[in-house]
């Protein structure tokens, strides 16, 4: 008589634990990487993983700001609740490899988008929100989402950085995820690579620190060598120090820029952020890293991009030189008149 496989003896060796209590002791306890893989070993295993209170629990504690009656009944609509949330949120889109049966691009968009931002700093959250994109806002103006009001600012328990090597250092200590949701076609995407690619002082506040998020794709087919071949989403975030040492929120805004690093239109916007959310997502693993080498190859590409078209325009490159020196003379020269005046 031949012998029970290890698959047939682990299948059932599992199956004498009672469901609640996998569930309960088990399951509740994996990270979304771990529940995945389990659902993948078998049926039973699958109708577990599959629960929707596992996937909300682990979506809320990824994500606190969806954690709102609102955020969670529209993500429930998803065509598989909080796992196809999840799925679309926790890597970032790669236009380059879209579906075939990716949907045609619709520039209508009658209830506007949903952007739910966290930010976290070693790996305690201190700032979310969850703010609404009105449908004016992808027309001919520029495209820009600001999360707090002017005049608005949030408060945290971060020590501002005292000296160069806490400046250094303080960039690593920070990750933040900006997820924009489309509440029609129930899909969402990560735009943000959740560490800051750029971190520095404001020249005229020592007390200002201003970090950079970006996420930078492939707009796809159609576009080679056009101004939207490669674009980039960049977030910005400013943190103001205050009198008891503690830093505080005060801007937290999103844009979308082509290749030349000019602001695109809201129209233009939406074309790109809609091939977005019908892309495939990439890869988990090394999701930070790619994100900074993604805005290092883009930021390359610019500058070659600029170069290029000033070398094809000598005379206009010489005109600007003399303007600027025009501008410089009589800026120095109304200086000298104030003085002796």
């Not at 933040?176 to 509440?183: F, H, K, T």
């Not at 520095?200 to 200002?208: A, F, I, L, V």
């Amino acid at each position: 008589m031949d012998s029970p496989s290890v698959a047939d003896t682990t299948s059932s060796s599992i199956w004498t634990v009672h469901p609640d209590i996998m569930e309960t002791h088990v399951f509740k306890h994996l990270d979304a990487s771990a529940l995945a893989s389990a659902s993948c070993a078998s049926s039973q295993l699958y109708a577990l993983a599959s629960d929707e209170t596992l996937w909300t629990d682990i979506s809320n504690s990824t994500w606190p700001s969806t954690n709102t009656p609102g955020i969670r009944q529209l993500i429930s609509s998803f065509p598989k609740g909080t796992r196809s949330f999840f799925s679309d949120s926790f890597t970032n889109p790669d236009v380059s490899i879209t579906t075939p049966s990716s949907s045609p691009v619709n520039l209508d968009c009658p209830s506007g988008l949903i952007s739910a931002v966290d930010i976290f700093y070693q790996q305690r959250h201190v700032f979310g929100k969850v703010v609404e994109t009105e449908p004016l806002n992808f027309d001919s103006s520029p495209f820009r989402i600001d999360v707090l009001d002017p005049k608005d600012s949030v408060p945290t328990r971060i020590p501002h950085p005292v000296d160069e090597q806490m400046m250094c250092e303080f960039g690593e200590r920070f990750t933040l995820s900006w997820i924009l949701i489309d509440p029609i076609r129930r899909r969402a995407m990560n735009l943000s690579s959740y560490k800051p690619v750029i971190v520095e002082r404001r020249w005229m506040s020592t007390e200002e620190v201003h970090m950079r998020y970006a996420w930078v794709f492939c707009a796809g087919p159609g576009e080679e060598g056009s101004a939207t071949e490669y674009v980039k989403f960049g977030i910005s975030v400013t943190w103001e120090g205050c009198q008891s040492g503690e830093m505080h929120v005060s801007k937290v805004s999103l844009n979308l820029e082509d290749m030349y690093g000019n602001q695109l239109t809201g129209r233009e916007s939406l074309a790109i952020i809609q091939k977005g959310l019908a892309s495939r997502r990439g890869k988990v693993k090394g999701r930070e890293s790619e994100g900074k080498r993604r805005y290092e190859e883009y930021m390359e590409m610019r500058r070659e991009r600029i170069l290029s078209e000033v070398s094809k325009q000598p005379e206009r490159v010489d005109k600007l030189r003399v303007a600027f020196c025009l501008f410089i003379i009589a800026s120095l020269g109304l200086l000298l008149f104030r003085r002796l005046f």
